[in-house]
């Protein structure tokens, strides 16, 4: 079996459904198929503002389920023909008419928890898989519409749940093979075993569409967007941006960790341990071969294999004459950021001892120095630890590859390129498995940043 993901660009509307008819018809003559779909393209994001906003008590919000109302029904209208069985036209008001009525009591509270935020935004995939049935259904293709609340199970962590693998392995292989023509499975959206909505996370059909792969053991897991596969940098920012034909699945996992958002980093995690191949390919352009990821680390002529970058970020110094030796600051450092939930995306540490640099989320930096300021109180009120530095409005750029491993000089080469471009870097890590190497500049720095390092690496 092949498992097939649809990204939002790829159903942005009904010449793009249109287009995925195509290509998952031509792909069902071929052998079996399961289909993950994400929401029509920016309705995640509109369904999060629309939250926003009835939270605060903005009639606004209602400006945003009519746009949504109205692109829902003109696919309906040019995608689902009049003798629809399925019901699909009302199913769609249905849902459209639960999510008003959802928003209505959020605006009425005022209040929107993260639990709330997950059923709001689970609307999105849920309208649009019912329409992609019934679309591939008239065209000839059988295709059945399946909820992944019922299979995918998880833990509470609303907004990005961690999933219950050999539960859902389960409840995935039995629900599909119930399942008379296409599953048609909606991304992103997930259940806890009492059954309440969860999401995944940003991005999150990609985990869904590896998961389903591992639960039947597909040959491949395709990932469909609009760009011709991984490139070797954000092509929105580098033009001379290329496709990397072959990556391996932990360059992937880099790569999309420090922001190549074209592929979710959980992704990766069920295909290494199936060994199954997974594919990112261009819905736009389907006959171009697109990028395979594998286990193995393919040959390459570069040092490198891509540039990824983080944006929003902030680093935060901990720094004073008096940390010199005392055992325990970083784990209480640690300690401290894991009981404020906030994520650590890079740290750096000098030999000095002297401080710990910490870069984390801009919309974490407030919560962090919060209870820093708590755990450290002691040594703050004796000087032996300076005020935090904080700085916002900063960028992480990373530059990944399996071939820079025992490979000197590619510090070297970084640094002096971004130094003769007058590009001030503020920070700098290196994992130990020297396959990354990433690096905090000032926000406006960011795209002459990844062309500088773009040219250094891949014009020669
Ligand atoms: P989808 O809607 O299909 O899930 P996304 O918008 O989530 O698509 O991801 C595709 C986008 O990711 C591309 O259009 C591109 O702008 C962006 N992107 C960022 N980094 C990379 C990269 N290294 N390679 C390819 N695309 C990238
Ligand atoms: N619709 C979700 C999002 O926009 C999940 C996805 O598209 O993968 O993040
Ligand atoms: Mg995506």
């Known amino acids: 079996m092949r498992v097939m993901k649809f990204g939002g660009s790829s159903v942005a509307d009904a010449d793009r459904i249109r287009a995925v008819g195509e290509i998952v018809c031509q792909a069902a003559q071929e052998g079996p198929v399961a289909l993950v779909f994400s929401a029509m393209k920016g309705v995640t994001n509109s369904l999060l503002e629309a939250a926003d906003l009835a ?18 029904e003109q696919v309906v209208r040019e995608l689902v023909p009049p003798g ?12 459209l008419e639960e999510l008003s009525e959802l928003l209505h009591g959020v605006s009425l509270v005022r209040e929107c928890s993260p639990r709330t935020r997950d059923l709001v935004v689970s609307f999105g995939e849920r309208l649009s898989c019912p329409v992609i049935a019934a679309y ?7 295709a059945e519409w399946v909820d992944a609340r019922e299979m995918i199970v998880t833990d509470e962590n609303h907004g990005s749940a961690l999933v219950k693998s050999s539960r859902t392995s389960q409840a995935i292989a039995g629900r599909l093979h119930g399942v008379t023509g296409i599953p048609v499975i909606t991304g992103f959206i997930a259940a806890t075993p009492q059954g309440v909505t969860t999401t995944l996370g940003r991005n999150g059909s990609d985990y869904t569409a590896a998961l389903v792969g591992a639960a039947m053991a597909a040959s491949a897991v395709e990932i469909w967007t609009d760009v011709d596969g991984v490139m070797s940098a954000d092509p929105r920012y580098v033009e001379k941006a290329f496709v990397i034909p072959d990556l391996s699945l932990q360059e992937a996992m880099e790569l999309s960790y420090f922001g190549a958002e074209v592929i979710h980093p959980y992704t990766m995690i069920p295909s290494v341990e199936r060994h199954i191949p997974l594919w990112i390919k261009n819905t736009l352009n389907p006959g171009a071969r697109g990028t395979r990821i594998t286990r193995e ?25 008096g940390m010199l030796g005392i055992p325990g600051i970083a784990s ?3 300690g401290a950021l894991a009981r404020a939930e906030v994520n650590v995306i890079m740290i750096s540490q000098a030999s000095s001892e002297h401080s710990i640099c910490l870069c984390v989320r801009e919309t974490e930096l407030h919560r ?8 450290l109180r002691p040594e703050l009120e004796s000087r032996r630890i300076e005020q935090f530095e904080e700085q916002p409005s900063l960028e992480i750029i990373a530059v990944i590859g399996a071939m820079m491993r025992g490979h000197p000089g590619i510090a070297g080469k970084l640094f002096s390129a971004l130094g003769d471009s007058g590009l001030n870097v503020l920070a700098i890590a290196q994992g130990s498995s020297e396959m990354n190497i990433s690096f905090v500049i000032n926000r406006e720095d960011r795209k002459a940043a990844l062309n500088v390092v773009h040219d250094a690496f891949f014009s020669e």
Do not use: K
């Open 55 to 72: 939270q605060d008590g903005q009639g606004a919000y209602r400006d945003i389920l009519r746009d949504l109302r109205s692109r829902h």
């Open 84 to 95: 629809d069985t399925g019901g699909t036209a009302d199913l769609v008001e249905n849902l």
């Open 136 to 142: 591939l259904t008239s065209r000839g293709t059988p």
């Open 297 to 321: 680390s393919p040959e390459t002529d570069h040092t490198i294999t891509g540039i990824a970058s983080i944006e929003n970020v902030a680093l935060i110094n901990v720094q004073g004459g």
């Open 332 to 334: 209480r450092v640690f």
């Open 368 to 375: 962090a120095c919060e209870f820093l300021r708590q755990e």
